[in-house]
């Protein structure tokens, strides 16, 4: 009998490898990404307190259960052009990463949108812990919205083309629910042209892209990201920049977890498992605006032989 239980738990281990431990830490927005073998999360906060919105920091883990902290990345008082604005007020969320050429990017929100534009920033490090230096001016600037028309500067997103090598700037959300995407310069820190794209379906914000076996996947939040129509949907395309064929919603809100969303797509190195790093408010306390902070949690992510994603099912 113990021979037989130490069997199914050890093939539950291996088939369902995210049930380590959910939720991992408190945070939101998380983009992560494997370095070597260990998965990195980059979010907005983190653990140890509220949400911290005058600095970024990063966390990492080998076995998705004990997670290290990588120290402060970047703070706002090192960034000089963040009040040219002259708002009253500033906040740091949605920080994206990427790397290329031996040095790392990171890219972040700048706001509240009103009463001026959001402004979306990229800073340059030799390593992913940093310390990361500004590039010394905002990357983008949006346009005020008014009456659901006009362009939130928020939400970055990174991606360098697999196929061609170009880089790939997805940002907006929100407010105006538009989504635009940019060709970046070859140093990562500049924009060479916009590339005109369409707003799928569903889309609200937190836009992330990932390509798998010739497929692009554009996934992206829908709803209020304080409520329980927050989820995650996505579209498909036979290039980074559409056009795209929307596939429905894969993450939504179940009976103990609400509003998941603004996440990121990985591969573990040593599994070649998808896994779906993302966040969600647990069992909040009444209806909506929820109140408290976000947790992140990880889940795998799995594919029908056409490509589809399969809905996601969210585990503790």
Same mark, same amino acid.
């Given at each position: +009998?113990?021979?037989?239980?130490?069997?199914?738990?050890?093939?539950?281990?291996?088939?369902?490898?995210a049930l380590?431990?959910?939720?991992?830490f408190?945070g939101a927005d &998380?983009?992560?990404?494997?370095?070597g *073998?260990?998965?990195?999360?980059?979010?907005?906060g983190?653990?140890g307190?509220?949400?911290?919105?005058d600095?970024?920091?990063?966390?990492?883990?080998t076995?998705r259960?004990?997670?290290?902290?990588r120290?402060?990345?970047?703070?706002?008082?090192?960034?000089a052009?963040?009040?040219?604005?002259?708002? *009253?007020?500033?906040?740091?969320w949605a920080?994206a990463?990427?790397t290329?050429?031996g040095k790392?990017?990171l890219y !972040? =929100? #700048?706001g509240?949108q %009103?009463?001026t534009? =959001?402004?979306?920033?990229?800073?340059?490090a030799?390593? &992913?812990e940093?310390?990361?230096?500004?590039?010394? *001016?905002?990357l983008?600037t949006?346009e005020?919205v008014?009456?659901g028309?006009?362009?939130?500067a928020i939400?970055p997103m990174?991606?360098?083309?697999?196929r061609?090598?170009?880089? $790939?700037l997805?940002?907006g959300?929100?407010a105006?629910? *538009?989504?635009?995407?940019f060709e970046l310069t070859? %140093? +990562?820190?500049?924009?060479?042209?916009?590339v005109p794209?369409e707003?799928?379906?569903?889309?609200?914000e937190g836009?992330f +892209?990932?390509?798998?076996?010739?497929?692009y $996947?554009?996934?992206?939040s829908h709803?209020h990201? %304080?409520?329980p129509?927050?989820s #995650?949907?996505?579209?498909?395309a036979?290039s980074?920049?559409?056009?795209w064929? !929307?596939?429905?919603v894969?993450l939504? =809100?179940d009976q103990r977890?609400?509003?998941p969303?603004?996440? =990121?797509f #990985?591969r573990? &190195?040593?599994?070649g498992?998808?896994?779906?790093v $993302?966040?969600?408010?647990e069992?909040?306390?009444?209806?909506m605006p929820?109140?408290?902070?976000?947790?992140?949690a990880?889940?795998v992510l799995r $594919?029908?032989?056409?490509g589809?994603?399969l809905?996601?099912q +969210?585990?503790d």
């Open positions: +009998m113990k021979r037989f239980l130490f069997a199914v738990a050890l093939l539950l281990a291996t088939v369902h490898p380590a431990r959910n939720p991992q408190q &998380p983009h992560a990404m494997y370095i *073998k260990e998965l990195w999360v980059f979010p907005t983190g653990p307190g509220s949400w911290v919105a600095r970024f920091g990063a966390f990492s883990s076995d259960k004990h997670w290290k902290s120290g402060e990345l970047i703070r706002r008082d090192s960034i052009w963040i009040g040219d604005d002259h708002a *009253k007020e500033h906040f740091l920080p990463v990427a290329r050429g790392w990017y !972040y =929100s #700048v509240p %009103n009463p534009p =959001s402004r979306i920033g990229v800073a340059i030799s390593r &992913p940093g310390p990361f230096i500004d590039s010394g *001016k905002p983008l949006g005020l008014r009456d028309r006009g362009f939130e939400d990174a991606f360098v083309d697999p061609s090598g170009t880089a $790939y997805y940002a959300g929100s105006g629910a *538009k989504l635009r995407v070859p %140093n +990562m820190i500049g924009i060479a042209r916009e794209v707003t799928p379906p569903q889309f609200t836009a +892209m990932h390509e798998r076996n010739g497929i $996947y554009l996934s992206y709803g990201w %304080n409520g129509d927050y #995650v949907h996505y579209a498909t036979a980074p920049i559409g056009p064929t !929307y596939r429905g894969i939504s =809100s977890h609400k509003g969303g603004h996440h =990121s #990985v573990d &190195p040593k599994t498992q998808w896994l779906i $993302y966040h969600r408010w069992k909040p306390v009444g209806g929820f109140r408290g902070e976000r947790q992140i990880v889940d $594919y029908a032989r056409d589809a994603i809905p996601v +969210m585990t």
